[in-house]
């Protein structure tokens, strides 16, 4: 393709993208951290936003948006759908390389696969993370391992799984492929350094840590890390399907068809090690993609195999099913979190501030976000009980939320909301106390 051709490509990939995101109506509970990082930094105060257990390279890329002004949601949309758009022309270029017959197709292909639009609207990392990913692997395949490094070593700073990446310069470049462990290990120490310097741990994976210490880590020998791991395997295909639609089958059939390929071998290896980490944790869609330029190499090889038609076919009914799936947008009653969050934030005083279970409400007033992870009643209720605690805000569906109210029965009552507001909680089914 001419680089006019994949210039209008990305531009119709970012049009999309911000179409779905003004749909949107707030970002994703970890997005709220990333958003309170960026905040931190545009403010100055670096060494709050990096003891977060969440990597600092998405919040680093929308903090100077943050420091001009620009409302953080929305800023984080506009950056994320930019660097999302231009991220599909690594991709053409990957896709070029395994098959030029059918490169264009697979560019538009690739551009509509729902949740790679949907989680721009929603900030979530994955979107970065895949343009970073989509770099590493095209200069791989050119033989450039020195740059391929310094691109995984940048998807690193935006989510640890990039150390999965130098596997294809391993199967590609061999002993010289080996040169681009020496950039992204440099980026490893270097995340790590900077994060002892604030008063964190020296730690090259914190949030390996962090997920072992809540007991999220499926590794181990006992008989329920094991159940774990086999339960994860019987989700991974439908993860799969649900992340990538008619792509994702593409990507199948084409992995395939070429799969005695070397430059197939390298992209699977990079793959099964991202696969295997997936599958020891936690399988999630939005984990997988986050692997979104592997299609890139497998989906034009899948097309080219098509008779012409049945490849006119295919790309039609892939095209529409996407189209649908872009449009399966979060449900909108989820914006009456930040109408509470924005109010509360307008009756805080100096040194008030907001507790519950409810991270995206307790953002938009102003405060930090929860960590991700479940929190017990009676964390929740100590939490409430610190100093400076005005209100308390508990989810809809929570488990004994009731019995967490009648135990902060003697401090807090229930608060009286204006009705816009009173509408928005009981959209969500929040409970919302005030101290008295």
């Known amino acids: 393709m001419r680089a006019s051709e994949i210039a209008g490509l990305c531009a119709f990939g970012f049009a999309v993208r911000v179409a779905v995101a003004l749909l949107t109506p707030v970002p994703a509970e970890d997005a709220a951290n990333y958003l309170w990082m960026a905040e931190r930094f545009a403010a100055g105060d670096a060494a709050s936003a990096v003891s977060e257990v969440f990597p ?177 395997l019987l989700a991974f295909p439908g993860a799969w399907l649900e992340a990538f639609w008619g792509a994702g089958l593409l990507a199948i059939a084409g992995a395939w068809a070429s799969r005695r390929g070397r430059d197939a071998r390298a992209f699977a290896a990079v793959f099964a090690v991202a696969a295997l980490a997936i599958v020891a944790f936690l399988v999630r869609r939005r984990f997988l993609v986050a692997w979104l330029p592997v299609l890139a190499l497998f989906v034009p090889v899948a097309l080219a195999g098509l008779r012409e038609r049945t490849r006119y076919v295919a790309q039609i009914v892939v095209v529409l099913t996407s189209i649908f799936g872009c449009l399966r947008l979060e449900p909108h009653d989820r914006h009456a979190e930040r109408v509470l969050g924005e109010w509360l934030r307008s009756m805080l005083k100096t040194g008030e501030s907001v507790a519950g279970d409810m991270t995206r409400v307790i953002w938009f007033s102003g405060g930090r976000p929860l960590s991700p992870r479940h929190f017990s009643p009676d964390e929740l209720i100590e939490a409430a009980r610190r100093p400076g605690v005005r209100f308390v805000v508990l989810a809809g569906r929570r488990d004994g939320r009731t019995a967490i109210a009648e135990s902060l029965a003697p401090e807090f009552t229930p608060t009286g909301l204006p009705s816009r507001e009173r509408r928005a909680a009981e959209l969500r089914g929040m409970i919302v106390l005030e101290r008295r």
């Open 56 to 232: 600092p390279g998405l919040p680093l890329l929308v903090a100077p948006i943050v420091a001009l002004g620009v409302d953080p949601f929305r800023g984080g949309q506009f950056v994320l759908a930019v660097v999302a758009a231009l991220g599909l022309w690594p991709c053409v270029r990957i896709a070029e390389h395994a098959e030029p017959r059918t490169a264009r197709a697979t560019g538009w292909l690739l551009a509509l696969v729902p949740l790679a639009v949907r989680f721009v609207g929603q900030v979530y990392t994955e979107p970065l993370f895949a343009t970073l990913a989509a770099w590493a692997l095209l200069f791989a395949l050119r033989g450039r391992h020195w740059f391929s490094g310094i691109a995984a070593a940048a998807a690193f700073w935006t989510r640890p799984e990039a150390l999965a990446l130098p596997a294809a310069n391993l199967v590609l470049g061999r002993t010289r492929g080996a040169v681009a462990l020496v950039p992204l290990a440099l980026g490893v120490l270097l995340l790590a350094a900077w994060r002892a310097g604030a008063g964190q741990p020296f730690e090259l994976l914190p949030k390996l840590a962090f997920n072992a210490a809540r007991g999220d880590a499926g590794l181990g020998l006992d008989g329920v890390a094991w159940r774990t791991i086999a339960g994860n």
